[in-house]
């Protein structure tokens, strides 16, 4: 046999299938499968037949096999077979296992000869048999009979290719004896997939029935004709000792003695026959086994230790015990709260590079979502304007007032104040929606323990909730109080007196900046507030659509270019007289989009009014907005000069005292929000809330009174726990297997190339001579090697691309031939 170390590396490989199919796991050895590939009654199923040692595949006269059958043969001490579509029945009459490929063929294909590529799985165990997988494929035919379609020839060419283009599948090229070997459809497949020969073996059957006088000698010699691995010649059972039911016992037996009685063979009797062929076949196992160890031993070791450490969690837990259930939610919440406060203040450790943290999210809410809400408060100017002069007026009523009244001051101060309540309440709603979802996020973690998970939340979320309700009352109660006393001898604050000279400073100032502009602008534009890409949407509709392009935001201009290089620029954009405004979302479309546009009516772009530019995300749109807000380009309601014209200039001119007077002291009430509101959000809901996780939920858990019910697993998680254990378990047992595989078994090295060329992979053939006699024949056109889809397989399509085709083949059917796709070549456990 060549091979000391088979008897014993064959049962450990078994052991190790079966360590790692008992946790799910795929041995991935990838195994060798046996291709049995022959014309119709070449004697395919005999030789399968013979290798099992019992009658259980369907006999008859022409096409029997009409389905591919995965025969997987694994040694053990019970007879029996089992379908893969017949779990857990096993089948220790095998009369009914020939019944149940013919019913289960007939199920697919019907009754009348028609053949379909849907493999049946079956296993069968034996003290007999080696380790082997084989796969009996339909006969290669040329006329198509019963239902069988008229590309019958492709459709069993392509069925076989699936299987025999894979690198790990040896090729048993069935010839009978009695046929012309040099037209051998099963040679000529062989060839084609496999041009040096590596792994085909040819098998010569009926050599009993050759003509009397002739003889294969000089062809299972492997000097006529050669094949690289040479030939095997097996004597198969007649039909008639078939119909007579003659033991294959008996008939091996027969084999053996046609071998070493047949003058033309005796001396080659020990390299004859079923057996032999059996054992080389087994040869070729062991041989992928022990190449194939080391690399799978380093994929089990890195799968081993990956699970060390949950395993031996998982071993050390016992869910029963109470003080471990304690220690292990004790664990948990101290988890929860480092957890917590690493997304709240941010962490060196394990940084997310795809999405924002909670607490990066609500640094966005407090620089650049709340002041743009408050700047869309300061934007109305015409309205206040118009206030201020109802305000005068209703206070001087019939009479006409000769000074500015502070009663109006005062009046439009507090409106404006109390409209803070608005946008402070969202900012409140805001950072609670993201303390929220941090809080989720984190809790999450605990789904292994429903109960506990469920009150984990119940509680953070209660205690959320409350401080939120804290946190608004206090930001309710800071807002009344900038409404108790409006102080207008606050450092900043302009006075009356400088009020009134204002206006005809503004006069000055304007004209002074007119001048000095011109030195700063240079200045100015080299000031980068914002970069990235930006969609314009309404320009490249009539073009083909929307384009984007990489935006720059200085303090003077907007700019665009064709990409992030800036190299080549398409436009510069002035930012003077510039506003924006929001534009609906799309009903298809998944932009989110705002628009610039010049409060003069002037065009902004060539013949456009406005530019609408496109974002990908909410924050992307509000980060843009406080940038350009940062520029200078405020929302639309602003109007640079939006004076009303009064025709009382008294009356013009106390609207503008009082204006003035507003906004010097509006600024000074949102420069104190601005500062005041994150602070106040930071203390009463944020540090309190992490507070509250580390020090106090734990107690609030244990007051439950329910500890132990808490730390009920969920059914999901004692299952994945046992899992984990199986294959924890499951993998050190297969390395412990392979461990006492011995890599060092003999082998029978590669034989010499010979050559082969008498196998004509194209339609100009050589004319041979016969097996049988000495006639030349010449072959007939071949058929075309199959493209293999790329789902049948990387292996398959790998060796099939792999091919040098040789000059003059064609690479498929004739056009007058249909075709259709094969299937995916079946994964055989």
């Not at 259930?325 to 988890?335: H, I, P």
């Not at 004319?767 to 293999?788: D, E, L, M, N, Q």
């Amino acid at each position: 046999m060549g091979n000391r170390g088979m008897e014993e590396l064959i049962p450990l490989v078994n052991r190790l299938q079966d360590a790692l199919s008992s946790v799910g796991q795929s041995c991935s050895l990838h195994l060798p499968q046996i291709a049995v590939v022959g014309g119709q009654s070449a004697g395919k199923s005999s030789v399968l037949e013979n290798f099992v040692g019992r009658d259980f595949l369907p006999r008859g006269s022409g096409v029997v096999t009409r389905r591919p059958l995965i025969l997987q043969l694994l040694s053990g001490n019970s007879e029996h077979g089992e379908f893969l579509h017949c779990k857990g029945k096993k089948f220790t009459d095998f009369d009914e296992i020939r019944k149940e490929i013919e019913v289960e063929t007939c199920r697919v294909t019907g009754s009348n000869k028609g053949i379909s590529p849907v493999p049946i799985n079956l296993r069968i165990h034996s003290p007999h048999v080696l380790n082997l997988t084989l796969v009996d494929l339909p006969g290669i035919t040329k006329v198509p009979v019963g239902d069988q379609p008229a590309d019958i020839e492709y459709q069993i060419r392509d069925m076989i290719m699936q299987y025999i283009c894979k690198e790990n599948c040896l090729i048993l090229a069935v010839t009978p004896a009695n046929t012309d070997l040099a037209n051998s459809d099963a040679l000529k497949l062989a060839k084609d997939v496999d041009p040096q020969g590596q792994r085909t073996i040819g098998v010569i059957t009926k050599l009993d029935l050759m003509d009397e006088g002739t003889d294969a000698r000089e062809i299972l010699e492997n000097r006529l004709l050669p094949l690289r691995r040479g030939y095997i010649g097996v004597v198969n059972r007649s039909q008639k000792d078939i119909d007579g039911k003659k033991d294959i016992k008996a008939a091996l037996l027969a084999e053996q003695k046609f071998f070493l009685s047949h003058p033309a063979y005796k001396h080659m009797a020990e390299n004859m026959g079923t057996p032999y062929l059996q054992r080389i076949l087994n040869q070729q196992l062991t041989n992928h086994i022990r190449d194939t160890l080391p690399a799978f031993r380093s994929h089990l070791q890195s799968q081993l230790l990956a699970l060390n450490k949950e395993a031996e969690e998982y071993r050390q837990y016992s869910p029963d015990d109470p003080a471990r259930r304690t220690k292990t939610m004790l664990q948990l919440v101290q988890r929860l709260a480092v957890d917590f406060e690493k997304l709240i203040e941010g962490s060196g450790d394990k940084v997310d590079t795809v999405n924002l943290s909670g607490g990066a999210k609500i640094n966005r809410i407090f620089h650049e979502r709340f002041p743009y809400e408050l700047v869309k408060l300061e934007s109305d100017e015409r309205k206040l304007r118009q206030e201020i002069n109802y305000a005068i007026r209703n206070i001087h009523g019939v009479r006409t007032g000769l000074f500015t009244p502070d009663m109006a001051f005062e009046a439009i101060v507090k409106k404006q104040v109390s409209r803070l309540k608005v946008p402070c309440t969202k900012f409140v709603d805001m950072v609670s929606q993201e303390l929220l979802c941090t809080v989720h996020q984190c809790i999450g973690k605990l789904s292994s323990f429903p109960k506990l998970q469920e009150e984990t939340e119940r509680i953070v979320t209660t205690e959320i909730q409350e401080q939120e309700s804290k946190c608004r009352d206090q930001i309710m109660l800071l807002i009344d109080i900038q409404l108790a006393y409006i102080n207008t001898k606050h450092e900043d604050f302009i006075g009356f007196t400088n009020a009134q000279h204002a206006h005809n400073q503004n006069n000055k100032k304007n004209a002074a900046a007119m001048a000095g502009n011109q030195g700063v602008s240079l200045l100015s534009s080299l000031i980068v507030i914002r970069k990235g890409w930006l969609t314009i949407s309404n320009i490249g509709i009539m073009k083909g659509g929307a384009k984007e392009y990489w935006f720059i935001l200085t303090a003077e201009s907007l700019s665009w270019f064709k990409d992030d290089e800036e190299k080549e620029k398409k436009y510069m954009l002035p930012l003077d007289n510039l506003k924006l405004r929001d534009v609906e979302k799309g009903f298809m479309s998944s932009k989110f989009v705002f628009a610039i546009f010049n409060t003069e009516l002037r065009n902004v772009y060539k013949h456009y009014k406005c530019l609408e530019l496109a974002c990908d995300s909410q924050e992307e749109l509000d980060s843009w907005k406080a940038s350009l807000l940062q520029a200078g380009v405020y929302p639309e309601k602003v109007t640079g000069n939006g004076a009303e014209n009064f025709s009382d200039p008294q009356l013009e001119r106390q609207v503008e005292t009082i204006r003035n007077l507003v906004e010097s002291y509006m600024t000074i009430i949102y420069k104190t929000v601005k500062d005041l509101m994150p602070k106040t959000i930071m203390h009463l809901m944020i540090n309190s809330v992490k507070e509250f996780i580390s020090s106090e939920l734990l107690a609030q858990l244990y007051a439950l009174g329910e500890c132990s019910a808490l730390m009920d697993e969920s059914p999901e998680q004692q299952k994945h726990r046992e899992e984990v254990l199986c294959k924890h378990a499951a993998l050190k047992e297969a390395l412990t297997v392979i461990g006492k595989i011995s890599t060092s078994t003999c082998t029978t090295p590669m034989p010499p190339p010979v050559d082969s060329s008498w196998i004509q992979p194209s339609s100009n053939a050589l004319p041979k001579k016969s097996a049988t006699s000495g006639r030349p024949v010449a072959r007939g056109h071949a058929p075309s090697v199959p493209r293999v889809p790329a789902h049948t397989g990387p292996a398959a399509a790998q060796s099939v691309d792999g091919l040098q085709q040789p000059a003059g083949q064609p690479t498929r059917a004739p056009p007058s031939v249909p075709r259709r796709h094969p299937p995916p070549i079946p994964n055989v456990k």
